[in-house]
């Protein structure tokens, strides 16, 4: 996914891109289920954005999940530049990472749960990176998207941060704040692994198991 591309700090918001002020084309349904990728959604349900490096394994990840992802979609989240294109988020100058946002059922599927599946498909202690993926575009991420989802995220994070100390890893590095802004990305990226099943994945987890989700609560 663009590999050359390398930008390892963030930029500063006065120099990012500027963008344009209306969306970029997508896919109106999930090319998987069906569902409507923008909604509305069923009643009750919830949704987080998640970033985890290259959005195309990592939205796999989640539809992939047996019960309770009601849709899954790939986008641009935590920068500046508005509504970006795949090019300019992969240059690092618009401050966004490339995410996943997963609207779920809670009463099916816990955000316990989701983020179990978060932490233990990617490592989260490498910053501005996954593995030979470089650049602020691939940096671990959270993005909730309402308060009460704060003190759950908190608490899974603590939980996986002991496993990891336990297991000699390094500290976690993924940004965590409430959601700004979720730029749907272009029609091509949405589900790709589905579309090219042999498409690149450079996801990989630390082997640590997260110990929430599980009939573990997070204290």
């Not at 949405?190 to 589905?194: G, R, V």
């Given at each position: 996914m663009l590999l050359f591309r390398k930008r390892p700090e963030m930029p500063d918001p006065a120099d990012t891109l500027p963008g344009r002020?209306?969306?970029?084309?997508?896919?109106?349904?999930?090319?998987?289920?069906g569902a409507p990728l923008k909604g509305p959604?069923?009643?009750?349900?919830?949704?987080v954005v998640l970033g985890l490096g290259c959005f195309w394994g990592a939205e796999r990840k989640f539809w992939q999940l047996p019960q309770?992802?009601?849709?899954?979609?790939?986008?641009y989240a935590g920068g500046t530049t508005p509504n970006p294109t795949y090019e300019e988020a992969c240059s690092g100058l618009t401050g966004h990472t490339e995410a996943v946002l997963v609207a779920f059922d809670p009463e099916i599927l816990p955000l316990e749960s989701v983020l179990k599946t978060f932490f233990e498909s990617h490592d989260p202690t490498q910053g501005h990176r996954q593995g030979n993926?470089?650049?602020?575009q691939y940096r671990s991420a959270i993005y909730t998207t309402d308060p009460s989802q704060e003190a759950t995220v908190l608490a899974v994070r603590?939980?996986?941060?002991?496993?990891?100390h336990e297991a000699g890893r390094g500290?976690?590095?993924?940004?965590?704040?409430p959601l700004d802004r979720f730029y749907f990305a272009e029609d091509y990226h949405?589900?790709?692994?589905?579309k090219?099943?042999?498409g690149y994945c450079g996801l990989g987890g630390t082997g640590v198991s997260c110990p929430v989700g599980t009939g573990v609560a997070a204290a």
């Open positions: 002020p209306n969306p970029i084309p997508t896919a109106r349904t999930h090319f998987v289920n959604y069923p009643e009750g349900t919830e949704t309770g992802v009601v849709v899954t979609a790939v986008g993926d470089v650049g602020t603590d939980a996986y941060a002991e496993a990891l500290a976690i590095t993924t940004e965590i704040k949405q589900q790709y692994l589905a090219n099943p042999a």
